[in-house]
């Protein structure tokens, strides 16, 4: 970890100390070394990093350059594009209270999850489809649960969006995963954290 600390920018460190625990600091960090090569691989050198009103980071010295992060269990998800992107991922738990999905969700999604034959997986489901549009909008938290319905058919859809915003969730391992933006994802890589430094 200390190898890896060195190499992530001051910024960087100071949220990667706000974490109380060492594994969602070794997550933090990797999260930000994985967008560091995943920018290289664009030839995007020097990134200048900023933040939006409500704490979601951009590179100010590239214009169309977007990207996500996020984090859960022992895997980071790191997404880059030329327009707007979120992204979440979650490890499922079986165990899971369903009745956030009663509080927190629209009434037509929390009685998909309860119908389905694995609730649980179909609550995370739902889960990551919310956060990352949520995290596509730049609000993340300040935008609430309840205010904007997925609707999972065929295609996912966000109700009543006139954008043609794409959703798409993949599985990996024990993971739930999910991209909120304007293009179909295709296709995940996954990356060893030794490639990383």
Not at 39 to 49: D, Q, R, V
Not at 150 to 160: A, E, F, G, S
Not at 172 to 178: F, G, H, L, M, N
Request: proline share 1%; charged share 30%.
């Amino acid at each position: 970890m200390k190898r890896a600390y060195e190499l992530v920018s001051k910024n960087r460190q100071e949220k990667i100390d706000f974490y109380r625990f060492d594994k969602d600091k070794k997550l933090s960090c990797g999260a930000y070394l994985l967008l560091k090569k995943m920018l290289s691989e664009e030839n995007i050198t020097k990134p200048i990093f900023k933040f939006e009103k409500y704490g979601k980071a951009y590179i100010s010295n590239y214009e169309n350059i977007y990207f996500n992060l996020s984090h859960s269990g022992k895997m980071i998800l790191c997404a880059i594009s030329n327009k707007e992107v979120g992204v979440d991922i979650e490890y499922i738990d079986p165990e899971i209270d369903l009745n956030i999905a009663k509080h927190y969700f629209y009434n037509s999604e929390y009685e998909n999850i309860m119908n389905c034959e694995n609730s649980s997986d179909e609550f995370f489901k739902y889960w990551v489809l919310k956060e990352s549009y949520m995290k596509y909008t730049g609000l993340g938290m300040n935008l609430k649960l309840d205010s904007f319905e997925i609707i999972v058919n065929k295609d996912i859809q966000l109700k009543n969006d006139n954008r043609n915003l794409k959703f798409n969730v993949f599985d990996i391992k024990d993971y739930k995963i999910a991209a909120a933006g304007h293009y179909d994802v295709s296709e995940l890589y996954e990356v060893s954290v030794d490639e990383l430094y």
